[in-house]
């Protein structure tokens, strides 16, 4: 029978000092803090994966990474194996979907548009739209255009 694990406080995060060897302080249900002889600290998520494959994610550095956001995350990758997901692969796939949707910039759809009018345009309008894009459009848009809220 697995022994059980006392949940963490705060202060025990906190107070965990680095030693020679890697230390683990156990939070439950395969959360644990990992501090390293370095002294830096870790949240780690130990869980089977749906084909039986033991593995390890982490959450990120404490303390950019707080006891409760650590306990949500592991709420959320407990329900995605429940529902027979792997957390790893979600939390890959969440990724690159969002390095897809960085792609989708409102500059590169702009300039496609461009592209394709312009052939239809005299050279100087398409001159001009071009220059009115980049003087007045392009420098007000840092952030990511989704093309799907259109």
């Known amino acids: 029978m697995p022994k059980l694990a006392k949940p ?38 130990r869980y089977r994966q749906p084909n039986g494959k033991e593995t390890t994610i982490t959450f ?4 950019e990474v707080s006891l409760a956001e650590a306990r949500e995350k592991r709420t959320e990758a407990r329900r995605w194996l429940l529902e027979g997901l792997d957390p790893g692969q979600q939390r890959d796939q969440a990724r690159r979907d969002s390095a ?12 496609e548009w461009h592209a394709l009018k312009q052939k239809s345009w005299s050279p100087a309008y398409a001159d001009n739209v071009l220059h009115r894009l980049e003087a007045d459009v392009f420098p007000s848009c840092p952030v990511p255009f989704d093309h799907k809220r259109v």
Request: no cysteine; net charge positive; aromatic share 12%.
């Open 100 to 111: 897809r949707a960085s792609e989708n910039t409102f500059r590169r759809i702009a300039t």
């Open 8 to 45: 963490l406080s705060d202060a025990q995060v906190k107070r965990a000092k680095a030693e020679e060897k890697l230390v683990k302080l156990f939070d439950g249900h395969g959360l644990y803090l990992e501090v390293q002889p370095t002294g830096a600290k870790f949240w780690r998520f």
């Open 60 to 63: 990120g550095p404490y303390p």
